[in-house]
T-cell receptor
Framework: GAGVSQSPSNKVTEKGKDVELRCDPISGHTALYWYRQSLGQGLEFLIYFQGNSAPDKSGLPSDRFSAERTGGSVSTLTIQRTQQEDSAVYLC????????????FGPGTRLTVL | GDSVTQMEGPVTLSEEAFLTINCTYTATGYPSLFWYVQYPGEGLQLLLKATKADDKGSNKGFEATYRKETTSFHLEKGSVQVSDSAVYFCALSDLTYGQNFVFGPGTRLSVLP
C-alpha cells in the first residue's frame, strides 16, 4: 500500500508483559516518528528517526520504552514491563526531507494494559 | 524550545456557522506550519499547510494564513458542516535544529445540525 501501516491495530496485554508495536513507513521516507495519544488528549512525541542519524529519544517517558529502525525502513517500538498508564494509542508517522516536511500518519495501535 | 498554543475547546457550533480556531507559535527559526484533522475513530491527516510568511493554505473550505508578525496560523471556515466535527491540531516544523515537529494540544469541534 501507499500509506503508513501499523500492526497490530489493537493489543491487549497484562501488566508487566512486554509488547512490540510495528510501523511500516511510506517507501522512501527518511523520517519516522512515534507519538502517543492518550484518550481525549493531544499528541505526545516519543522518538524521531532521520536517515542514518542517531535518533532523537528525548520524548521517551522512561527506560522501559525503546525503539529501533532497521535498514532505514521498518520501526519497532518496544515497551517493557507494561503499566496501566501505558494504555494509549501509539501513532507512527513518516515524512521526507523536502521543504514541506509534512508527516503522514498511520492508523495507530491501540494498546490496553490490564 | 519551539511550542504551539491553540484554543483547547471544545468548540460547539451550529451548521453553517463561521469557524475560527486560534493557533499561535514560538519558534527559533522559520517554521513551516500545518493543520491536521482527526475525524472520530480515524488517524490524523493533513488538512492544509503554509511554508513561509503570508502564505495561505486552503483545503475543503478551510483556510489559514501564516502571519509572522503575530506568530499565528488561525484556522477559519466560512460555513461549517456536521461532517467537519473532528479534532484539529496545529503544528509546526522547524528545521533549525533538525526536523523538529511540534503539535498543539488539539481543539475538538462539534457541529450540530
Amino acid at each position: 500500500g501507499a500509506g503508513v501501516s501499523q500492526s497490530p491495530s489493537n493489543k491487549v496485554t497484562e501488566k508487566g508483559k512486554d509488547v512490540e508495536l510495528r510501523c511500516d513507513p511510506i517507501s522512501g521516507h527518511t523520517a519516522l516518528y512515534w507519538y502517543r495519544q492518550s484518550l481525549g488528549q493531544g499528541l505526545e512525541f516519543l522518538i524521531y528517526f532521520q536517515g542514518n542519524s542517531a535518533p532523537d529519544k528525548s520524548g521517551l517517558p522512561s527506560d522501559r520504552f525503546s525503539a529501533e529502525r532497521t535498514g532505514g525502513s521498518v520501526s519497532t517500538l518496544t515497551i517493557q514491563r507494561t503499566q496501566q498508564e501505558d494504555s494509549a494509542v501509539y501513532l507512527c508517522a513518516s515524512g521526507g526531507t523536502g521543504g514541506y516536511n509534512e508527516q503522514f500518519f498511520g492508523p495507530g495501535t491501540r494498546l490496553t494494559v490490564l | 524550545g519551539d511550542s504551539v498554543t491553540q484554543m483547547e475547546g471544545p468548540v460547539t457550533l451550529s451548521e453553517e456557522a463561521f469557524l475560527t480556531i486560534n493557533c499561535t507559535y514560538t519558534a527559533t527559526g522559520y517554521p513551516s506550519l500545518f493543520w491536521y484533522v482527526q475525524y472520530p475513530g480515524e488517524g490524523l491527516q493533513l488538512l492544509l499547510k503554509a511554508t513561509k510568511a503570508d502564505d495561505k493554505g486552503s483545503n475543503k473550505g478551510f483556510e489559514a494564513t501564516y502571519r509572522k508578525e503575530t506568530t499565528s496560523f488561525h484556522l477559519e471556515k466560512g460555513s461549517v458542516q456536521v461532517s467537519d466535527s473532528a479534532v484539529y491540531f496545529c503544528a509546526l516544523s522547524d528545521l533549525t535544529y533538525g526536523q523538529n515537529f511540534v503539535f498543539g494540544p488539539g481543539t475538538r469541534l462539534s457541529v450540530l445540525p
